[in-house]
């Protein structure tokens, strides 16, 4: 799954290129974007009292700075590992260039039950989202 996006100037920080924060929360934005493609509704998924899922580990890397005003495609993967958690690479490239990797990130997330905050199976909808999202690869 693609998502294309364009720099914007709170995405940056000082030096004027993409903050690693607001990198990360770009990131989740294709995330988001990819679950509401499948047919999750977002307002459902993220305020469900059956099930939470938290993001428990995110890394990046930087190969090229990103500025205001620049289109990037973000390449998604989501792959199961096992009943109660997933991950996500994210693969980052400028619209003008889709041969050379600018960023690449991978997030980390854990199904739970938020009342008692215990891992349980992920739901129905994130299993077809994930499988959905396996055979686009």
Known sequence: ???????????????????????????????????????????????????????????IDFYQPLFCGDRIQINLTPTQLNETEFEIKYQVFNENNLDKLIAKATTKHVSINPKIRQRTSLSLSITQWLRSNQDDC
């Open 1 to 59: 799954m693609t998502y294309n996006r364009t720099i914007h100037f709170s995405d940056t920080d000082a030096a004027g290129v993409v903050y690693f924060a607001a990198f990360l929360s770009i990131c989740h934005e294709a995330y988001e974007n990819s679950l509401q493609v499948a047919g999750i509704d977002l307002k459902t998924f993220f305020t469900s009292s059956d099930i939470a899922i938290p993001i428990v580990h995110a890394d």
